[in-house]
């Protein structure tokens, strides 16, 4: 006879669907829950749920801010200006393909260097599309491009 150590089967399930959390708190927080408890005429384990609740919704905005924050610093960084010919609005290059093409591109038209490698019969500013990412108009203003 087979003997079953983790008890019914319908246990273990509902163990598994809802496990059992337990964490130590100072006295001032126990007696603080169980003044909330007392209040509020919920479970310790409502209000848990509740405070569980309340601090995801902070985590996902902080966690969203930041990601915003460092893709807009990225983009600043190490973004290229790339124009829509319909309506001139900026275009986000991020498929890995399309960037090497955008590259392959601005190599076709530019005589690129980095500034110690640049040889000194060419001109610094030669390369007119490198010349006019990021650059500003006279109000502080991000160019839109020309057409």
Known sequence: M???KGGPPAKARYDAK???VSFRVTK????KLDRMKEVSGKSHGDIMREALQLEAGKSEKIY???YNKGFSEAKKKFGVDIWCNKCSEGIIVSRE???VKV???VAE????YHEDCRPPEIPRDECIIIRRIGENDSKGKKRKRQR
């Open 28 to 31: 001032e927080q126990a007696e």
């Open 64 to 66: 969203q801010e930041g």
């Open 97 to 99: 393909d399309t960037k």
């Open 2 to 4: 087979s003997e079953n």
């Open 109 to 112: 038209v530019c005589n690129c």
């Open 18 to 20: 809802f496990p059992v």
């Open 103 to 105: 590259g392959n591109a």
